[in-house]
């Protein structure tokens, strides 16, 4: 049996987020302005089925696909919004769930350090794929579970403040958002990012964890 871990639509990729996906990912990369949509099932395998549903029913690409034991995850998206949402209706299908039948995120870390120090700074830009961060700066920290929904978030706090994506990681047990700026746009990113993944539902699924 597959569940339906993540099943996220972004309206429109935002420039930093469709940048790093281009640098990271494997397949074939969107550019900025561009529907994704975001599905993460378990078990991971059956991720590469859901990949062929989608490419049989539409025009979309895909630009990143994880497959791990445990979970799996894809990306895909167009300049059409309807073409990445018929993908979504097909791989629904595919499934024989609804969209309901999602998990709800939980936040798991929603944490802001403020006037981050210079080797802290260092030891984040050696491990991240995307923006510098710098000494002084603001640092947002935020992980979900399940993990695929952090791109959604991330989207959704590029859309609401100038902001710096350093790193982001949306497959895994726990999906994990570095974000770096000015404190006041930090405060405006954090609350966005809250706010996205609070207005998301489905089922509910405890996860005990501190937040």
Known sequence: MVTLRT??????????????????????????????????????????????????????????????????????????????????????????????????????????IRSVEPYQAQIINRNSAGMMILPGQSLFLMETDPAGYIAFAANEAEKAARVFLNNIRPYGAFGRLYMSGPEDEIDAAADAARAAIDSITGRQVDVNLNR
């Open 7 to 112: 099943f996220a639509f972004l309206d429109s990729l935002q420039p930093q987020l469709a940048s790093y996906i281009g640098k990271t990912a494997r397949g074939f990369l969107p550019v900025p302005g561009q529907a994704s949509l975001w599905v993460e099932i378990a078990p991971g395998i059956a991720i590469n089925r859901l990949t062929d549903v989608a490419l049989k029913a539409t025009d979309v690409a895909p630009a990143v696909q994880v497959v791990e034991r445990a979970f799996g995850l894809l990306e895909i998206h167009h300049d059409d919004k309807g073409q990445v949402m018929d993908a979504g209706k097909a791989i629904l299908e595919g499934l024989g769930v609804g969209e309901t039948e999602r998990m709800k995120p939980n936040v798991v870390t929603h944490q802001i």
